[in-house]
């Protein structure tokens, strides 16, 4: 069996198993999707409560649903908030929260909300990014991660990364159910792991978690993702001569 295969198989064990036992919440059903959790927002308010979370100036947090909590979070602690827009087709967000009206937050922490309120930026010049919260469908105990299929996570902080946005000690962490946790997920080399795993019972600090990506696997990246995502053909074009 494939790695590919292998992860297929986990996220449609984890969606049955959210949707079984009714612990999916809207959009549903979560087959496809970053799914959304009862026990979310006590999960992200894990992460909110960490001083590296606290500390963070600048974080980057994925726009599935079951971040909202974590978004509007960085809003109301006045952090810069870096949201990718979806499937990265108009690149990166950015959402000041002195530019925003207080009673604005909570739409600006939506998706919609998002393009409304936040300044879209090449990541050229975005800032530094101290944190990340990123959606994911299953989460090993060794830090090791399955999205829901379509690689735009990875590809994101490999952008990052070639433009030193990120590096390998980057903090990143999750929150997922604990339904989503499982003993270690198949992995390839554009794989990103994470450090933290927040559930609604329990916080995980990942020890020994595998080396990130540094950058854009150019060899693993087929023309019709190229075309999809306009970074993606900068980059290239801007990286001709050393690939």
């Known amino acids: 069996m494939s790695l590919e295969e292998e992860k297929r198989k986990i996220r449609e064990k984890i969606w049955r198993i959210l949707e079984e036992r009714n612990v999916a919440r809207f959009p549903r059903p979560v087959y496809g999707r970053i799914p959304n959790f009862e026990g979310a927002e006590i999960a992200g308010k894990k992460i909110v409560m960490l001083k590296e979370f606290r500390d963070a100036k600048v974080v980057k947090v994925s726009p599935d649903s079951p971040q909202t909590y974590i978004r509007l979070t960085c809003l109301r602690e006045g952090k810069l908030l870096v949201m990718p827009t979806p499937r990265l087709r108009e690149g990166f967000l950015v959402l000041d929260p002195s530019k925003i009206p207080r ?61 030193s946005r990120v590096g390998e000690e980057t903090l990143i962490a999750t929150n997922i159910h604990d339904l989503q946790l499982i003993d270690r997920c198949p992995t390839e080399p554009y794989d990103v792991s ?50």
């Open 103 to 163: 009673k604005m937050y909570e739409k600006a922490a939506t998706i919609k909300g998002a393009f409304i309120f936040g300044e879209k930026i090449n990541p050229r010049d975005l800032p530094e990014i101290d944190f990340i919260v990123v959606g994911s469908v299953a989460v090993g105990l060794d830090g090791s991660r399955i999205g829901k299929g379509e690689g735009y996570s990875e590809i994101e902080y490999a952008i990052l990364r070639e433009y």
């Open 194 to 243: 994470v450090d933290i795993i927040a559930t609604p019972t329990k916080l995980i600090r990942v020890s020994n978690r595998a080396q990130r990506p540094r950058g854009i696997i150019w060899s693993l990246i087929d023309e019709k993702k190229i075309h999809e995502i306009p970074l993606l053909k900068i980059l290239r074009e801007e990286n001709k001569d050393r690939l």
